[in-house]
């Protein structure tokens, strides 16, 4: 059973369109995040939501939109994509929001590819 | 503030060979510090964290890692290198005093290659 699952694994489409990728964790963890990976593998935080509230909102473009539906979900919403927003982006949980010694599961990666 | 570096890039090392990936840090009050693993085409794994006390911390597939508060450092070791540990490693600190944010910062990735 996979712990964060998301979902597309790769995505490849044109500039200017809306996509959407999802993720679900069955950890019963209260924390998820969004993180981009670019080309040099460099990691970035972007949102993190806990228990369904936003928390961090990194320096992202309005066109990102996070939505949590419930504690097991985050998924991020596209729109308007440009060719800068190829990247490989990460979810990941973890437990307890306040607490700094928390480690982060991840899931494997959705590969956004804009053309 | 929190910040990390990894100063290397690149490690090579040869297979049974001891191995060092670097990292320090730098923050207001005490550090957390982590260590994660990335595969080709895989999500980050963690391999092992410090909170507070022994300063040799031992995590998963034979990797230690020492905290050394004087030279604000975290380095990875592992004893004797396999060719399946080449990956890239992420080293990531939160900052106690950092309240609300419990974020951690991630370093830029070491790619560590073990040569057979």
């Known amino acids: 059973d996979t712990a964060v699952s998301q979902t597309p694994k790769y995505l490849v489409t044109q500039m200017g369109n809306d996509k959407s990728i999802k993720c679900e964790q069955n950890?019963?963890?209260?924390?998820m995040y969004w993180y981009k990976q670019d080309s040099k593998k460099f990691l970035k935080i972007m949102f993190s939501?806990?228990?369904?509230?936003?928390?961090i909102n990194e320096t992202v473009p309005n066109r990102f939109s996070p939505k949590s539906p419930d504690k097991a979900h985050l998924n991020l919403h596209i729109n308007s994509l440009e060719l800068g927003d190829s990247a490989v982006y990460f979810c990941?949980?973890?437990?307890?929001?306040?607490?700094?010694?928390?480690?982060?599961?991840f899931g494997a990666g959705s590969r956004l590819t804009v053309l | 503030a929190q910040s990390v570096a990894q100063p290397e890039d690149q490690v090579n090392v040869a297979e049974g060979n001891p191995l060092t990936v670097k990292c320090t840090y730098s923050?207001?009050?005490?550090?957390?510090l982590f260590w994660y693993v990335q595969y080709p085409n895989r999500g980050l794994q963690f391999l092992l964290k410090?909170?507070?006390?022994?300063?040799l911390v031992k995590g998963s597939y034979g990797f230690e890692a020492e905290f050394n508060k004087s030279q604000t450092s975290f380095h990875l070791k592992k004893p004797s290198a396999l060719v399946s540990d080449s990956a890239l490693y992420f080293c990531?600190?939160?900052?106690?005093?950092?309240?609300?944010?419990?974020?951690?910062?991630f370093g830029r990735g070491t790619s560590l290659i073990v040569h057979p």
């Open positions: 990941a949980s973890s437990r307890g929001g306040g607490s700094g010694a928390n480690v982060l599961t």
């Open positions: 990531a600190v939160r900052d106690e005093a950092s309240g609300g944010s419990y974020i951690p910062t």
């Open positions: 410090y909170i507070t006390g022994d300063n």
């Open positions: 950890l019963g963890h209260d924390t």
């Open positions: 923050v207001s009050g005490n550090p957390y």
């Open positions: 939501y806990n228990n369904k509230e936003l928390i």
